[in-house]
């Protein structure tokens, strides 16, 4: 394809003969003879002219299918150079604005006059990749700050949170990658171990062992790194910690000496990942295959809380990873005591307003609650999910919505974190209560209550408008 720019700007034309050069067969037109041939003897092509006459492109032969870009460093007169682009023949224009003020006002006004002509800023241009380059040496840095601050020590401990999940578990893979740490020199461990029968299939197939910890274990290491999961949830247990890494809402009152909490990210693998290339190492297949899962299921494949920065770190992982075994993990997800309490929650549900709530009494394990939560969610018509269970004396309660409406961890704080604990993401939220408190505080106590009880604090929540918003109506009345 062929290019014809006309730039009075020696780097500007420097830069662009580099850029274009490959792809097309770019002329330069400038005014000044001693710059024209500067640059034909540094082998650019370029012609002397005046860009305000229409011969000077009728000469440079340009045709419908020219692509002419044409800077505006808001001092020439632009409009008579388009107008003789236009005279010549040329449609496809761009104007690229090169002076740092004023380029939202100057594309706004040729948008007028020339609605055909696309307005180019180089701070949009060159913006994107420059930031993400800044963005790489600050995570750089960080890094290799804690793999030094790391590396002497004998015994290194990765603590993970209670029943790993595969962000969990990814996420202590790819950090005794960066600490560059065998099994035997850094420990991937929780208190309490794997249950989940599709983590437990992680587990097997990905061949990740975690230890099981206990206070006293956990006081024989040199160095502690927590990832997807902050000291607060091990409540006083761990009174030091030297790097903490995560993506649930940054908590107050704890100190570490190297910490990276992002909130805004789909998955702790996610922050990892940028760790991973920003030091250049080296990503094995299995932690790859496990990373890749991790940001699938916590994200539920992008239909909650991904971001840019998932989807980039999503696309860098998916060829250096194992396809089928990641199929072969998902697999594992419906079992048939799963499938059990599906039907028992939808009996025992019931939908109004497109909030799905239900109560499924006694359980054996904890992660059927949250199961049931996801598996609501996928129905037509739901956009709130509210399922509680009821473990050992203790209640589970989950609460998933959509993402695009109210917070759901705000939901479980403002009901239950007076009486047990409570917390989550925008999209997704947990509480665990005495099944007994959450009896007595609201007074209930057929399971057939307990379910209509869920529905009122929904509807409670969401028709209770919040102050800022309040705020915001009376101002537009
Ligand atoms: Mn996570």
């Given at each position: 394809?062929?290019?014809?720019a006309v730039?009075?700007?020696?780097?500007v034309?420097?830069a662009?003969d580099?850029i274009?050069?490959p792809g097309?067969e770019?002329g330069?037109?400038?005014?000044a003879?001693p710059?024209?041939r500067r640059?034909h003897e540094a082998?650019?092509?370029?012609s002397?002219g005046?860009p305000r006459r229409t011969?000077t492109?009728?000469k440079?032969?340009?045709?419908?299918?020219?692509?002419?870009i044409i800077?505006d460093?808001a001092r020439?007169?632009l409009?008579?150079i388009l107008?003789?682009?236009?005279d010549?023949g040329?449609?496809?224009?761009y104007?690229?604005?090169?002076?740092a003020?004023e380029t939202?006002r100057?594309s706004e006004?040729l948008?007028?006059?020339?609605?055909?002509v696309?307005?180019?800023s180089m701070a949009?241009l060159?913006?994107?990749p420059l930031?993400t380059?800044?963005a790489?040496?600050m995570?750089?840095?960080r890094?290799l700050?804690?793999?030094r601050y790391?590396?002497?020590?004998?015994?290194?401990l990765?603590m993970?949170h209670n029943?790993?999940?595969?962000?969990a578990l990814a996420s202590?893979?790819?950090?005794?990658n960066?600490l560059?740490r065998?099994?035997t020199t850094a420990?991937?461990g929780a208190?309490q171990?794997?249950?989940?029968p599709?983590n437990l299939?992680?587990?097997n197939?990905?061949?990740?062992?975690?230890?099981?910890?206990?206070?006293?274990t956990i006081r024989?290491f040199?160095r502690?790194a927590?990832v997807?999961?902050?000291p607060h949830?091990f409540t006083g247990m761990?009174?030091?910690v030297?790097?903490?890494i995560?993506?649930h809402?940054?908590?107050?009152?704890?100190?570490?000496?190297?910490k990276d909490?992002?909130?805004d990210?789909?998955?702790t693998?996610?922050i990892?990942?940028?760790?991973l290339?920003?030091?250049?190492?080296?990503?094995?297949e299995?932690?790859?295959?496990?990373?890749?899962y991790?940001?699938k299921?916590d994200?539920l494949?992008?239909?909650?809380?991904?971001?840019?920065?998932?989807?980039?770190?999503?696309?860098?992982l998916?060829?250096?990873?194992?396809?089928?075994?990641?199929?072969?993990?998902?697999?594992a997800?419906?079992?048939?005591d799963r499938l059990?309490y599906?039907?028992?929650?939808?009996?025992?549900?019931?939908?109004v307003?497109?909030v799905?709530?239900?109560?499924?009494?006694?359980?054996?394990r904890?992660?059927?609650?949250?199961?049931?939560a996801d598996f609501?969610?996928?129905l037509?018509d739901?956009?709130?999910t509210?399922v509680?269970g009821v473990?050992n004396?203790?209640?589970?309660?989950?609460v998933?919505?959509?993402g695009?409406?109210?917070?759901a961890?705000?939901?479980?704080?403002r009901?239950?974190?007076?009486?047990?604990?409570a917390?989550?993401h925008r999209?997704?939220?947990?509480?665990?209560?005495?099944?007994?408190?959450?009896?007595?505080?609201f007074?209930?106590?057929e399971?057939?209550?307990i379910r209509?009880?869920?529905h009122t604090?929904v509807e409670?929540?969401?028709?209770?408008?919040?102050?800022?918003?309040?705020?915001k109506?009376?101002v537009?009345?």
């Amino acid at each position: 394809m062929r290019c014809l720019a006309v730039c009075q700007d020696e780097l500007v034309i420097r830069a662009l003969d580099e850029i274009l050069l490959p792809g097309f067969e770019i002329g330069f037109i400038v005014e000044a003879r001693p710059l024209a041939r500067r640059l034909h003897e540094a082998g650019t092509n370029v012609s002397v002219g005046d860009p305000r006459r229409t011969d000077t492109f009728l000469k440079a032969d340009i045709t419908p299918s020219t692509c002419v870009i044409i800077e505006d460093n808001a001092r020439r007169s632009l409009k008579k150079i388009l107008e003789a682009v236009r005279d010549a023949g040329g449609t496809l224009v761009y104007v690229l604005g090169v002076s740092a003020e004023e380029t939202q006002r100057r594309s706004e006004e040729l948008h007028d006059e020339f609605p055909e002509v696309a307005y180019l800023s180089m701070a949009e241009l060159f913006g994107g990749p420059l930031m993400t380059e800044f963005a790489r040496s600050m995570t750089r840095a960080r890094v290799l700050q804690y793999q030094r601050y790391f590396a002497d020590a004998d015994r290194v401990l990765i603590m993970l949170h209670n029943d790993p999940d595969p962000d969990a578990l990814a996420s202590g893979l790819a950090l005794r990658n960066i600490l560059r740490r065998t099994k035997t020199t850094a420990i991937i461990g929780a208190i309490q171990n794997v249950t989940r029968p599709e983590n437990l299939r992680m587990v097997n197939l990905l061949d990740i062992h975690v230890e099981t910890m206990t206070p006293e274990t956990i006081r024989e290491f040199d160095r502690i790194a927590m990832v997807d999961v902050q000291p607060h949830y091990f409540t006083g247990m761990i009174d030091r910690v030297d790097l903490v890494i995560d993506h649930h809402p940054e908590q107050p009152g704890y100190t570490a000496v190297f910490k990276d909490v992002r909130a805004d990210y789909g998955s702790t693998c996610t922050i990892l990942t940028e760790h991973l290339r920003a030091v250049d190492i080296d990503i094995s297949e299995r932690t790859a295959t496990a990373m890749l899962y991790a940001i699938k299921s916590d994200t539920l494949f992008f239909n909650r809380q991904a971001n840019r920065v998932d989807i980039e770190a999503f696309s860098y992982l998916y060829p250096l990873a194992d396809a089928t075994l990641i199929r072969k993990m998902e697999g594992a997800e419906i079992t048939t005591d799963r499938l059990d309490y599906v039907l028992k929650a939808h009996t025992n549900g019931r939908m109004v307003d497109q909030v799905f709530a239900t109560f499924i009494g006694a359980i054996p394990r904890e992660d059927f609650v949250p199961y049931i939560a996801d598996f609501f969610l996928q129905l037509e018509d739901v956009k709130w999910t509210v399922v509680a269970g009821v473990v050992n004396n203790t209640m589970i309660v989950s609460v998933r919505n959509l993402g695009y409406t109210r917070n759901a961890g705000e939901f479980v704080r403002r009901f239950f974190s007076d009486i047990g604990s409570a917390g989550g993401h925008r999209a997704m939220a947990k509480a665990v209560v005495p099944f007994s408190a959450f009896r007595e505080k609201f007074n209930v106590l057929e399971q057939d209550n307990i379910r209509e009880q869920l529905h009122t604090l929904v509807e409670k929540f969401l028709h209770d408008v919040p102050a800022a918003e309040r705020r915001k109506e009376t101002v537009r009345t």
